[in-house]
């Protein structure tokens, strides 16, 4: 009786533990959500409201949708500093300006001059990370985008030479009548999100993998449409 009891406790015991290890395996395998924020090439990045998550079964170094930017640490990480920084503002102007590649392309150059962390050997490496793709029927040809890279990044260097400094406001004498300041032009409105939720981008078309397009992955969802519309990416 008593050995029969300490088999049935042992059999627990070990049912118990292979449960709580396939749990284990199952919530590691998805996605995981770190917050409005994350440290990329030792910067903290953020994309406003936007949730981040990380997912290291997204084939892709990053995705977007309406409302979350994704992230794959695994391939993000085979990337040089500037261009993961990259990855992110341009996942981030997705959800800013739209699923335009070339748009979410200056969005990003324009915040990495802004903040200073893109020059011309940067802007050389995100383009070599295209890796000569052709055009599909989602992303921009290789060739495309660099050339746009190319314009965004003189606009950006232009406009942040010239622009000249705040003007020391004259002290008017008292016969005269108060000066009239114009005031700064407002900055372009983000195109506002409607209806549900949606992917709006994946950070290039990648080879297909398996995975799950039952809705509860959008990400994939849109990686999987990138394969249906161009056989070869490469």
Not at 69 to 90: E, G, S, T, Y
């Amino acid at each position: 009786m008593v050995k029969l009891r300490m088999l049935v406790l042992l059999l627990t015991a070990l049912l118990s533990f292979t449960a709580a290890s396939a749990i284990t395996n199952r919530a590691s395998a998805g996605e995981q959500l770190v917050g409005r924020s994350v440290t990329l090439a030792g910067r903290k990045m953020s994309c406003g409201k936007a949730d981040i998550m990380i997912d290291r079964d997204l084939p892709s170094e990053g995705g977007a949708g309406d409302t979350v930017l994704i992230l794959n640490p695994n391939m993000l990480n085979q990337q040089p500093p500037i261009v993961r920084l990259f990855v992110f503002k341009h996942e981030c102007g997705h959800i800013t300006v739209g699923d335009s590649e070339l748009d979410a392309d200056c969005y990003a150059v324009n915040y990495g001059v802004r903040e200073g962390w893109l020059d011309r050997k940067g802007l050389n490496q995100v383009c070599d990370s295209f890796e000569g793709a052709p055009e599909t029927d989602t992303h921009p040809s290789a060739k495309r985008r660099c050339a746009n890279l190319d314009r965004c990044f003189a606009k950006a260097m232009a406009g942040k030479t010239l622009k000249a400094p705040a003007p020391v406001p004259a002290v008017a004498p008292p016969s005269t009548t108060a000066s009239i300041h114009a005031a700064a032009p407002p900055p372009p409105e983000p195109k506002p999100a409607t209806g549900q939720a949606k992917v709006l981008s994946a950070w290039r078309c990648a080879d297909p993998l398996d995975v799950n397009t039952n809705g509860s992955d959008p990400i994939g969802h849109v990686i999987k449409k990138d394969a249906e519309r161009a056989e070869h990416c490469r």
